[in-house]
């Protein structure tokens, strides 16, 4: 493809993405690849470069065009995403819309007019960010969360604020069953492709530069599968010991689900539960590639009794409870444009329900995990502080102990009584995670 027929396909992918604003973008992106079959490996990284470009700086473009009020266009995103961010003179942009066959038609009259007039209001400002810009689009966040990144970060907020605008890494998780990280890592290399350990997760890989790895043949054999160390932590930290029984409580697709099986080295019984059929039906083939065998998968539907009769039943309950993600949007920029707050009230509220839940399933000194991708304090510290008024059965274990107690090596990746990762701070996504133990009678 031309460089001309790329911004076409990206302004084009971006009109889908703005069909479907609810939708996850990445899944937009999926399905509008797989119906272009024709365009290559290279030219998709392009397009994506381009769109992906525009999505994760769309608070600041839209600021950009509402000055000049200009009416929000994929068209005119993908210009001044050119001229402000990738530093295009004028002139250039105007070339990348040369029309033809499969090329984006040349800008009206209007649209120039726009760009040019855009050009002159930058009086001198390079980049995207404007001193006059309020300070969540220069933070590129969105209003509703500054309260809760200004109580978690204090005056940390910008330097997070600037690592959640940065790529993310590819992380890998050894598999166990299979494996040690060492001998994965020694796999991997043989296939062109250099790792380093993860430096919290004894279980992790990561790579200095993203590279295809789910076509490796480490990848298909089962002896690594992809996994922030965030995510590893979190399966660390539920300490969860071969002979236990334990729930994944939110397992979807069963990725820390995977992670427990190897910790238990396939003995003892993992339930993986769900509210979704279509997550747990994609657990099958992730399962079977890595060779797990102590996984039932149980769907959780309204009325079901299955929470009832196995009450006091479990080892250990992982709770991966739904949240904003807002620790993931390095990963995820639409997820800034896609959550408000009417979906954090929705979740907090979701949230407590499903504490209050599991919390039955765990027996007298067992213990329930609970686990957010987020770093707001709304749906972390504060739904514990609600749970321990409701369940006085149950005290914090200290993060330290845990830690010790998990087999991590040396301090722990945080202070004080839980776990919080974040961009800046670990080079992870944003996770939380309390460990709560239930008091034995007497």
């Known amino acids: 493809m031309t460089p001309a ?122 980049g995207l960010v404007h001193p006059d810009m309020p300070e969540g689009i ?49 796999a991997l290399a043989a296939e062109g492709i250099e790792t380093r350990p993860t430096p919290y997760s004894p279980w992790g890989l990561r790579l200095p530069h993203r590279r295809p790895v789910t ?36 397992a979807g697709a069963a990725g820390k689900t995977l992670a427990l099986a190897g910790a238990m080295r396939n003995r003892g019984r993992i339930t993986a539960c769900d509210v979704s ?24 539907v309204p009325g079901d009794r299955w929470a009832r009769r196995r009450a006091g039943q479990f080892d250990r309950v992982l709770v991966d409870a739904p949240c904003t993600g807002t620790g993931t949007w390095r990963r995820n920029p639409d997820a800034r444009l896609r959550t408000d707050p009417t979906d954090l009230a929705e979740l907090c509220t979701k949230q407590g329900e499903i504490l209050h839940s599991a919390a039955d399933l765990v027996r007298q000194g067992g213990r329930l995990v609970y686990a957010t991708c987020s770093l707001l304090p709304e749906e972390d510290e504060a739904q514990i502080e609600a749970f321990l008024d409701r369940h006085p059965d149950f005290a914090p274990l200290p993060l330290a102990e845990a830690w010790t107690e998990a087999g991590g090596a040396g301090a722990p990746p945080a202070e004080g009584p839980y776990l919080v990762t974040s961009p800046a701070r670990h080079g992870t996504d944003g996770f939380f995670a309390a460990i709560l133990q239930r008091k034995p009678v007497g």
């Open 277 to 300: 059929a279509p997550r747990l039906e994609g657990a099958v083939k992730r399962l079977r590639r890595a060779g797990v065998d102590n996984v039932e998968r149980h769907l959780l």
């Open 138 to 186: 220069r933070l590129d966040l969105p209003d509703w969360v500054l309260p809760g990144f200004r109580a978690r970060f204090g005056d940390r907020l910008a330097e997070e604020a600037a690592a959640m605008e940065a790529e993310a890494p590819l992380d890998l998780r050894a598999n166990l069953l299979k494996t040690t990280r060492e001998e994965a890592a020694a």
């Open 5 to 126: 027929a790329r911004l076409a396909a990206a302004i084009d992918l971006l009109i889908a993405l703005e069909s479907q604003p609810r939708r996850p973008a990445d899944a937009t992106a999926n399905d509008f690849f797989r119906a272009r079959r024709y365009i290559g490996g290279g030219d998709r990284r392009a397009i994506n470069d381009l769109a992906w470009s525009v999505v994760r700086q769309r608070l600041r473009l839209d600021w950009w065009l509402a000055r000049i009020k200009c009416r929000t266009t994929a068209r005119m995103l993908v210009a001044a995403e050119l001229l402000l961010d990738q530093s295009l003179d004028v002139e250039m942009v105007l070339a990348a819309f040369p029309g033809g066959q499969y090329a984006a038609e040349p800008l009206s009259v209007l649209e120039e007019r726009l760009l040019r007039q855009l050009d002159a209001s930058r009086a001198g400002i390079e």
């Open 215 to 250: 076509q490796t043949k480490a990848f298909l054999e089962g002896l690594v599968e992809v996994q922030d160390e965030g995510s590893q932590l979190i399966a660390l930290l539920t300490d969860a010991r071969p002979g236990m029984r334990v729930a994944d409580f939110c």
